[in-house]
């Protein structure tokens, strides 16, 4: 272990090994220059005792290694040199500087003269390499053994016996040079293990950091295996894979284990992993408890997914290997050899390979759920889960089968989707229901059965209703309505042309809707009246008695489902947006022939009027949509209809300012004549209405001559006035010409009263239907002649 010191110590010890080195590398070169052999050697291996040192870090040990490492490139070709001119037999060289004093130096300066010595070919590459991995054993330091077999390594990764080499020797050669990196990778990776349990307790830590700096090292060993020629599948198989993962097995270090795994899947080829699936997957289970497993399992998944896409012609390897099984049962068995392993740890293994299943067969749909059952058995026995992490990891499990078929319906199929959602949270069940119908509209998929339909519902329940006495009160205004908007736009998708069947889905969606409470009715019922409505325009002329629960698809039974859904929203309570529903309702019922179903709808609407609509300016939205709604409806007989307009018109009077009064009742005028052919013509109570609404604005003024002192703006005399016109050109004789003009003057009148208010904006109206009834004179024809005895002047 490194001495105690500080970052100002081990600088000092860096810069004095690097001033030993420097000094003793020039006057190595200076007796190279000189061709001393002997001065060469002693000033190499003086140099080389510098990195003997144990006070050093491994990140600046790398330091000073590197200006050795520098210097021995020069030294190395100096022998060479000497070898060729033949001063020196490079057998006779390999002896010499066998006999440097020291250990270390010696063994750097004996791999260097072992790499002159392949070089030469004067002996078989296996020989020289079989030697110096085995004379590498005489330095078990940690730092210093694994910095020396690097350069092993490094010097011998372009001299190995492979095929196709100038150094290729007999038929064996090949299986020497794979037992050469094997032995090399073997020994460094003992002590790099070694590092850990040197020290005290305390710098356990410490020493982790430090040896994940030095990992690389290591690594590259399974590097320079992986770019063998002569390894091919089945010297990997029979070989290679065993030794390397009999080694990670048996050092059971967490770093290590962890390292070499990584490295055998991102060096060797995809293909190999995957014809030896079973056996790197059954090394799996024996790592230490602490490994990160999962995060290697899932790059291995990935690799070989992405691998599997590359070409159609590899896909038939992947049934043939059964990888998908294979998989699976390691993942099981390491769930089950890691006990304490996190939920998050098993649900990303899932998560990997449901991704590795969707991309290798996503035709298999009893993979998905095979996975999600898996992934199911684990979670049972939790109770909703807690930790984001794991939440995260379970919204893209259930995320992944969406993206990929782009088909909600899929995903309906498989049984243990639901299942897997249950164990979410309610705010991520939300989330989760969202990303359900984003990717239903993304993807304008169509829905359309009644048990997919139940399903899906199913499925997005936390946006439906209320989970667990959960209250939405927590949730942000802007974020609620868009969840329901959400919603309220899946309802609008849900189509099937079979009548029968899309009455069953206005049912099913009809169920759930109504467990929504009052903040949600307002937003989904609408939905559903208006499809519901668009399935009454199709079934348009259709009849027939609702008996028991079997009945077809009718405009009577599609009514009763309304009328129950608007009743829960009118419960909510929310008054307007039910009387507006009612109103439609009435005028489909109207286009259905069905007069009782329209009246009932009407009076529903004018029940809600007469004891929910309190507020002033609701009811004026109310009255004006009521009489709309009514002006248009012809089915009613004379009973009904006089009933309707009664009430319409008293509830019209009865408004809380004369304005509104007066505009409510010269609407109602349009009751009593409409220009349908079968419509209703009553001069009598149009001109009625009219009159009444001219005492109505005649009480306004006097109202506010008494308030305000002046009697204020002649407008609503001057809209009466166009709605008389309005009738006058409809021909109704109760409306004449004497009538009009009486009404111009009596403006006038107003006008130029003393309490009369200018009103710019009331002047340019009055002007304004002036010109229309000038316009209309010039205009020739029979109305011309109806409009002549008005004199606007």
């Given at each position: 272990?490194?001495?105690?010191?500080?970052a100002?110590?081990?600088?000092?010890?860096?810069?004095?090994?690097?001033?030993g080195?420097?000094?003793?590398?020039f006057y190595?070169?200076?007796?190279?220059?000189?061709?001393?052999?002997?001065?060469?050697?002693?000033?190499s291996?003086?140099?080389l005792?510098?990195?003997?040192?144990?006070r050093?870090?491994?990140h600046?040990?790398?330091d000073?290694?590197?200006?050795?490492?520098?210097e021995?490139?020069?030294?190395e070709?100096?022998?060479?040199?000497?070898?060729?001119?033949?001063?020196?037999?490079?057998?006779?060289?390999y002896?010499?500087?066998?006999?440097?004093g020291?250990?270390?130096?010696?063994?750097?300066?004996?791999?260097t003269?072992?790499?002159?010595?392949?070089?030469?070919?004067?002996a078989p590459?296996?020989?020289?390499?079989?030697d110096?991995?085995?004379?590498?054993r005489?330095i078990q330091?940690?730092?210093?053994?694994?910095?020396?077999r690097?350069?092993?390594?490094?010097?011998?990764?372009?001299?190995?016996?492979?095929?196709g080499?100038?150094?290729?020797?007999?038929?064996?050669?090949i299986?020497d040079?794979?037992?050469?990196?094997?032995?090399?990778f073997?020994?460094?990776?003992?002590?790099?293990?070694?590092?850990q349990?040197?020290?005290?307790?305390?710098?356990k830590?410490k020493?982790?950091?430090?040896?994940?700096?030095?990992?690389?090292?290591v690594g590259?060993?399974?590097h320079?295996?992986?770019q063998?020629?002569?390894?091919?599948?089945?010297?990997?198989k029979?070989?290679?894979?065993?030794?390397?993962?009999e080694?990670v097995?048996?050092?059971?270090d967490?770093?290590?284990?962890f390292?070499?795994?990584?490295?055998i899947?991102q060096?060797?080829?995809d293909?190999?992993?995957?014809q030896?699936?079973e056996?790197?997957l059954?090394a799996?289970p024996?790592?230490?408890?602490?490994?990160?497993?999962?995060?290697?399992?899932s790059?291995?998944?990935?690799?070989?997914?992405?691998y599997a896409?590359?070409?159609?012609?590899?896909?038939?390897?992947?049934l043939?290997?059964?990888?998908f099984?294979k998989?699976?049962k390691a993942?099981?068995?390491?769930i089950?050899?890691?006990?304490?392993?996190?939920?998050v740890g098993?649900?990303?293994?899932?998560?990997?390979?449901l991704?590795?299943?969707?991309?290798?067969h996503?035709?298999?749909?009893?993979?998905?759920?095979?996975?999600?059952g898996?992934?199911?058995?684990?979670l049972s026995?939790?109770?909703?889960l807690?930790?984001?992490?794991?939440?995260k990891?379970?919204v893209?499990?259930?995320?992944?089968?969406l993206?990929k078929y782009?088909?909600i319906?899929?995903?309906?199929?498989?049984?243990?989707y639901?299942r897997v959602m249950?164990y979410?949270?309610?705010?991520?069940?939300?989330?989760?229901a969202?990303?359900?119908?984003?990717?239903?509209?993304?993807?304008?998929a169509?829905?359309?059965?009644?048990?997919?339909i139940e399903?899906l519902?199913?499925?997005?329940?936390?946006?439906?209703?209320?989970?667990d006495?959960?209250?939405?009160?927590?949730?942000?205004?802007?974020?609620?309505?868009?969840?329901?908007?959400?919603?309220?736009?899946?309802?609008?998708?849900?189509?099937?042309?079979?009548?029968?069947?899309?009455?069953?889905?206005l049912?099913?969606v009809?169920k759930?809707?109504?467990?929504?409470?009052?903040?949600r009715l307002?937003?989904t019922?609408?939905s559903?009246?208006?499809s519901?409505?668009k399935?009454?325009?199709r079934?348009?002329?259709?009849d027939g008695?609702?008996i028991?629960?079997e009945v077809?698809a009718?405009p009577?039974?599609?009514?009763?489902?309304l009328h129950?859904?608007?009743?829960?929203l009118?419960?909510?309570?929310?008054p307007?947006?039910?009387?507006?529903?009612y109103?439609?309702?009435?005028?489909?019922?109207?286009?259905?022939?069905?007069?009782?179903v329209a009246?009932?709808?009407?009076?529903?609407?004018?029940?809600?009027?007469?004891?929910?609509?309190?507020?002033?300016?609701?009811?004026?939205?109310?009255?004006?949509?009521?009489i709309?709604?009514?002006?248009r409806?012809?089915i009613?007989?004379?009973?009904?209809?006089?009933?309707l307009?009664?009430?319409?018109t008293?509830?019209?009077?009865k408004?809380l300012k004369k304005?509104?009064?007066?505009r409510?009742?010269?609407?109602?005028?349009?009751?009593?004549w409409?220009?349908?052919q079968?419509?209703?013509?009553d001069?009598?109570?149009?001109l009625?209405?009219l009159?009444?609404?001219?005492?109505i604005?005649?009480?306004?003024?006097?109202?506010?001559?008494v308030?305000?002192g002046?009697?204020?703006?002649v407008?609503l005399?001057?809209?009466?006035?166009?709605k008389?016109?309005?009738?006058?050109e409809?021909g109704?004789?109760?409306?004449t010409?004497t009538v009009i003009?009486?009404?111009?003057?009596?403006?006038?009148?107003?006008?130029q009263s003393?309490?009369?208010?200018?009103?710019p904006s009331?002047e340019?109206?009055?002007?304004?239907?002036?010109?229309?009834?000038?316009?209309?004179?010039?205009?020739?024809?029979s109305?011309?002649?109806?409009?002549e005895?008005i004199?606007t002047?």
């Amino acid at each position: 272990m490194l001495p105690d010191g500080g970052a100002d110590d081990e600088e000092r010890w860096l810069a004095e090994g690097i001033a030993g080195v420097q000094q003793n590398a020039f006057y190595m070169h200076r007796a190279v220059d000189s061709n001393n052999l002997k001065d060469a050697l002693k000033y190499s291996a003086q140099m080389l005792s510098e990195l003997r040192t144990s006070r050093l870090s491994p990140h600046k040990y790398y330091d000073l290694y590197m200006r050795a490492f520098d210097e021995m490139r020069k030294l190395e070709m100096f022998f060479r040199e000497e070898t060729r001119r033949g001063s020196c037999s490079v057998v006779d060289l390999y002896e010499l500087v066998q006999h440097a004093g020291n250990v270390l130096p010696r063994l750097y300066l004996l791999c260097t003269v072992g790499s002159v010595y392949i070089k030469s070919k004067e002996a078989p590459a296996k020989d020289v390499l079989k030697d110096l991995v085995e004379m590498c054993r005489g330095i078990q330091h940690p730092l210093r053994g694994l910095f020396l077999r690097s350069y092993l390594s490094q010097i011998s990764r372009d001299k190995l016996p492979d095929i196709g080499s100038e150094y290729e020797g007999d038929a064996d050669s090949i299986n020497d040079a794979v037992e050469f990196v094997l032995q090399n990778f073997i020994e460094m990776n003992k002590l790099w293990v070694r590092m850990q349990q040197q020290g005290p307790v305390r710098e356990k830590e410490k020493r982790g950091k430090e040896r994940n700096e030095l990992r690389d090292l290591v690594g590259k060993n399974l590097h320079v295996l992986s770019q063998i020629e002569g390894v091919d599948l089945d010297m990997y198989k029979e070989t290679v894979l065993p030794r390397i993962l009999e080694q990670v097995v048996n050092c059971k270090d967490e770093l290590a284990q962890f390292y070499l795994m990584d490295c055998i899947i991102q060096v060797f080829p995809d293909e190999y992993h995957l014809q030896t699936l079973e056996t790197l997957l059954s090394a799996f289970p024996q790592l230490q408890p602490n490994v990160d497993i999962k995060t290697v399992l899932s790059q291995l998944m990935d690799r070989l997914s992405s691998y599997a896409t590359t070409s159609p012609e590899v896909l038939p390897e992947f049934l043939q290997v059964e990888a998908f099984a294979k998989f699976s049962k390691a993942i099981g068995k390491v769930i089950e050899a890691q006990v304490d392993m996190p939920v998050v740890g098993a649900v990303t293994l899932y998560v990997s390979l449901l991704t590795f299943t969707l991309r290798v067969h996503p035709d298999r749909l009893d993979y998905v759920d095979q996975v999600l059952g898996a992934c199911v058995k684990k979670l049972s026995g939790n109770a909703k889960l807690q930790d984001s992490r794991a939440t995260k990891q379970i919204v893209a499990l259930l995320s992944a089968p969406l993206e990929k078929y782009s088909d909600i319906v899929t995903a309906l199929e498989l049984s243990n989707y639901p299942r897997v959602m249950d164990y979410l949270d309610n705010s991520t069940t939300k989330v989760m229901a969202l990303v359900i119908i984003q990717s239903i509209m993304k993807n304008t998929a169509c829905i359309s059965t009644s048990d997919k339909i139940e399903a899906l519902f199913d499925l997005i329940k936390g946006l439906i209703k209320d989970m667990d006495g959960a209250q939405d009160d927590e949730l942000d205004d802007d974020d609620f309505k868009e969840e329901q908007s959400s919603v309220a736009r899946l309802i609008h998708m849900l189509h099937n042309d079979d009548h029968e069947e899309m009455l069953k889905i206005l049912c099913i969606v009809q169920k759930h809707i109504l467990q929504g409470g009052p903040k949600r009715l307002p937003f989904t019922v609408p939905s559903l009246v208006f499809s519901a409505l668009k399935l009454v325009r199709r079934l348009q002329g259709q009849d027939g008695d609702v008996i028991g629960e079997e009945v077809p698809a009718t405009p009577k039974k599609i009514f009763q489902i309304l009328h129950q859904t608007i009743e829960a929203l009118s419960c909510v309570p929310s008054p307007e947006l039910a009387l507006r529903l009612y109103l439609l309702c009435a005028e489909a019922a109207n286009d259905c022939d069905l007069e009782p179903v329209a009246y009932e709808f009407f009076t529903q609407a004018f029940i809600l009027y007469e004891e929910e609509i309190a507020d002033s300016k609701a009811q004026i939205t109310a009255i004006h949509l009521i009489i709309g709604t009514l002006q248009r409806m012809n089915i009613f007989g004379v009973e009904n209809r006089d009933t309707l307009t009664h009430k319409t018109t008293g509830y019209s009077a009865k408004l809380l300012k004369k304005p509104d009064q007066c505009r409510a009742v010269y609407a109602c005028s349009h009751l009593f004549w409409t220009d349908d052919q079968d419509g209703i013509m009553d001069g009598e109570r149009v001109l009625l209405c009219l009159k009444r609404a001219l005492r109505i604005a005649n009480a306004a003024q006097q109202m506010a001559n008494v308030t305000r002192g002046n009697s204020g703006s002649v407008a609503l005399f001057i809209e009466i006035l166009n709605k008389y016109l309005y009738f006058f050109e409809k021909g109704i004789p109760e409306i004449t010409n004497t009538v009009i003009q009486d009404l111009i003057e009596l403006i006038r009148a107003e006008k130029q009263s003393d309490n009369s208010v200018a009103d710019p904006s009331t002047e340019a109206f009055f002007a304004s239907t002036l010109r229309y009834i000038e316009f209309q004179k010039q205009k020739g024809g029979s109305l011309s002649e109806k409009y002549e005895q008005i004199k606007t002047t």
